[in-house]
């Protein structure tokens, strides 16, 4: 079938703490992926993404590397700052030519001072 | 700056009473989505539109319409709100070929009393 899991949170972290959010997909063939953030009242913003397999999407110290043989796009990041404080949403390409998308559950991530 | 904007941000509705929720875009992309999220959920897809084409997702009931009279604009209509349709919708936008990215607008929450 096609889906993506992400792990449960929320999420809760000291500033500076290390990050990983996992997330795996199931697919045929090797569709792109994608990491959406959304702050508190507001829509999806894209984080990152990954076309293809083996690539590293970064954006705000943010890292996620499409891994092709765990089926995994983990999002990570070095250190955290109370601003990252948002949900995350592990996507991929759904198929088609119009870009349709399957989300995962999203996890909440609290950053503490 | 290119943009997905909505309008309004907060919507009050009565119970049965129609409302219309409106999505505008500056980017020039052909498809136009259309999704509901609720509260610590993933965004769920609605319909969309490629061009003027319509596409409506299997599971999308009937009370959801959607219209699109040119490329820029993109209206939600809900023809008898209920409690239940309470929710975030979220409009995005994206171009075909271009590795499926969609750009999101900022939502409108829609309370319905």
């Known amino acids: 079938g096609n889906s993506v899991t992400q792990m449960e949170g929320p999420v809760t972290l000291s500033e500076e703490a290390f990050l990983t959010i996992n997330c795996t997909y199931t697919a045929t063939g090797y569709p792109s992926l994608f990491w959406y953030v959304q702050y508190p009242g507001e829509g999806l913003q894209l984080l990152l993404k990954?076309?293809?397999?083996?690539d590293k999407g970064s954006n705000k110290g943010f890292e996620a590397t499409y891994r092709k043989e765990t089926t995994s796009f983990h999002l990570e990041k070095g250190s955290v700052q109370v601003s990252d404080s948002a949900v995350y949403f592990c996507?991929?390409?759904?198929?088609?030519?119009?870009?349709?998308?399957?989300f995962g559950k999203g996890t909440k991530l609290s950053v503490k001072p | 700056d290119a943009m997905v904007i909505q309008n309004p941000r907060y919507q009050v509705t009565q119970f049965g009473k129609p409302v219309t929720l409106s999505c505008s875009q500056t980017l020039n992309h052909n498809v136009m989505y259309w999704y509901q999220q609720k509260s610590s959920q993933a965004p769920k897809l609605l319909f969309h539109y490629y061009d003027k084409d319509f596409n409506n997702e299997a599971d999308t009931p009937d009370n959801f319409q959607s219209r699109r009279p040119n490329t820029s604009f993109c209206f939600l209509d809900i023809r008898s709100p209920g409690l239940g349709d309470a929710a975030m919708y979220l409009c995005a936008t994206s171009r075909r070929g271009d590795y499926n990215e969609q750009f999101f607008g900022p939502g409108t929450r829609l309370t319905v009393l």
């Open positions: 996507a991929r390409y759904y198929g088609g030519s119009q870009g349709n998308l399957i």
């Open positions: 990954a076309t293809k397999a083996d």
